[in-house]
């Protein structure tokens, strides 16, 4: 038997969201998914921008202390961070794979990080505000 | 034979971070990575917050305008977010697997949505500031 | 009689933030920014990440509405954003006056905008990611 | 005769910015400033997500390391972050003075504090996700 992939748990993470959604029967009072798609987008994209403060804060604890909870607790900011975009994906009537395709195609170009680089080279060539 | 598709290209992508970073040869005049990856922690922690807001406002542009171009423009900026997590993520020595397991193990705890229910009914019985 | 300048305002809510440190009196369970105070940096720092997000939503919305009760919004979401900075500079030690001061400073140097152009010029020059 | 001290920095500070607008003769080619306004909105709230994540590192860096160069640079941050919320007040036709008689309507309702008091001690009354 082969062990689920990342993306497969990714898409069975995207059905049971999906399931949450009103018109499927998701129940606000009972499913906090259910309850971010009842309060609308604002709800979860605030949560984005929340969530990856947060990431960044157990970043910067991990730099500093490089301890086991550190890395844990930045692993369950990071889970935060993607639960919440796999929300709203899910709202937006967009799959894990779609990003997860995007991502592929952006390595398979091998030009695309040179295009990062030349970018970010003539940024630093810049100065710094 | 194993078909592509059941390759997982998460995984895939974290080896290739992995092979940027300097003691495996990455090198920063030629790869975006590998100059993240000198610059620092707070080079690709800043873009995860930078990304973050640009996700959200390809949502809030979805929401005003719901075309295709604005569909894939959302998709694009979470497929960048995405990618600056996962290079912190190999930065600290964790592997996509770390997140997404974070996420399998809170949906198998069927409680966990409950625990976030009650918080948020916690929180709006109280008041918005 | 001279109206106070916006100046004066920031001045004395930082005195008042002062007031609600615990070392001075403040009572976590009748001040919210004294509750702040007593749960650490961590408690206002996601605030600002999140007022942050706020502000762009509110925006966006802007953007797409142009109504007053959009503009209202926005006006409110910077306050909380601003607040959060104001009770982040407190727990440090700092006044709105070294921000100002800052501000100042940089208006007066005329090279600055420039400086801050050129690296925006070189970025644009470059490919976008 | 009025010192220069009682001349707020701030209302002067959205003067220059005003004068900055493409119709007020503002170059991009010239002033960082112009260049944002000629770019639009995303420009300059993209940095506000951008500049909010700063000012969370360089506060994070001032707990671990209390030296005055991370005083130095966390004024500096919130100078930015400040500066780029100018823009956008600048930008939707809005004042500072705006926002600061927002935080100075606020602290004169002994209630406010009380209200968000309530709302946050609601929320950790839940549980965290």
Excluded: C
Excluded at 4 to 17: E, F, H, K, P, T
Excluded at 67 to 86: N, Y
């Amino acid at each position: 038997m082969t062990p689920m992939s990342n993306q497969d748990i990714l898409d069975r993470l995207a059905a049971v969201l999906e399931s949450r959604k009103l018109a499927h029967g998701g129940d606000p009072d009972r499913s906090y998914v259910a309850r971010l798609f009842a309060r609308g987008p604002d709800a979860f994209l605030k949560k984005i921008g929340e969530e990856a403060t947060e990431v960044v804060m157990a970043a910067k604890d991990l730099d500093h202390s490089g301890d086991l909870q550190a890395r844990e607790r930045l692993i369950g900011e990071v889970a935060d961070l993607w639960f919440h975009t796999l929300v709203a994906l899910s709202h937006y009537g967009l799959q894990p794979s779609d990003v997860v395709a995007e991502l592929e195609r952006r390595e398979g170009q091998g030009g695309l990080e040179e295009k990062a680089l030349r970018k970010a080279q003539a940024r630093e060539s810049g100065q710094d505000r």
